[in-house]
């Protein structure tokens, strides 16, 4: 059974970073691509960023040159570095994990975490 579990979520001002990272366990996710939502209340989940297992990166127009994605195989994990944090950004952000498929979709997931809260005041 895998399990993802986020980590790194907070409060910050606007302009500051956060890194959020995710852990998996139950199963190596160095074959599978995985990627990272974010669902602000009232509105749906949205893409943020993916990473293919070949490190091939995809990020959502809205935080292009903001946040950078990256994964560490051999520990399993995959990060997210927020920078320049603006309110907009504040959300639930959830981390995924599927075998192959189109990164930016939701449905396109098998696994996902339970999410980390980020909040960026203004």
């Known amino acids: 059974q895998v399990q993802l579990v986020e980590s790194g979520g907070g409060s910050v001002q606007a302009g500051g970073s956060l890194r959020l990272s995710c852990a998996a366990s139950?199963?190596?996710?160095?074959?599978?691509?995985r990627g990272w939502f974010r669902q602000a209340p009232g509105k749906e989940r949205e893409f943020v960023a993916g990473?293919?297992?070949?490190?091939?990166?995809y990020y959502a127009d809205s935080v292009k040159g903001r946040f950078t994605i990256s994964r560490d195989n051999p520990k399993n994990t995959v990060d997210l570095q927020m920078n320049s944090l603006k309110p907009e950004d504040t959300a639930l952000y959830y981390c995924?994990?599927?075998?192959?498929?189109?990164?930016?979709?939701?449905?396109?997931?098998?696994?996902w975490g339970q999410g980390t809260q980020v909040t960026v005041s203004s």
């Open positions: 990473i293919r297992w070949s490190g091939i990166t």
């Open positions: 995924a994990a599927v075998r192959s498929g189109a990164l930016n979709f939701a449905a396109t997931y098998d696994y």
């Open positions: 139950g199963r190596d996710l160095s074959s599978y691509e």
